[in-house]
């Protein structure tokens, strides 16, 4: 294993997920004294694992058609897109 490689994608996701949707949903569910919470944190794990799963597939499936640098490109004009649309929805306007 490429303990380098490793930390590199761990230290990246951990910061993406903190404070996100999942999280914030997972954080709701754990709260509610009904809910198990050992129940929560496997229904929890389980989805991140099949996701990642899941983007590993798409990845290496893209990758066998497009270059890296291509997908690179994409993925941060989608980032700045998605970004944008965010800031400039007249949802997010604070009146």
């Not at 229904?43 to 899941?54: D, I, K, M, P, R």
């Not at 290496?60 to 270059?67: E, K």
Request: hydrophobic share 55%.
């Amino acid at each position: 294993m490429d303990f380098r490689l490793f930390a590199t994608v761990f230290t990246t996701v951990f910061i993406a997920e903190l404070g996100d949707k999942t999280q914030l949903a997972t954080l709701l569910y754990a709260a509610d004294a009904s809910h198990p919470k050992w129940t929560v944190f496997a229904a929890s794990a389980t989805a991140l694992v099949v996701t990642s799963a899941l983007g590993v597939l798409a990845g290496s499936t893209i990758a066998q058609y497009l270059d890296p640098r291509t997908v690179r490109w994409a993925a941060g004009l989608g980032f700045i897109a998605v970004g944008l649309w965010v800031l400039l929805s007249p949802e997010a306007s604070v009146a």
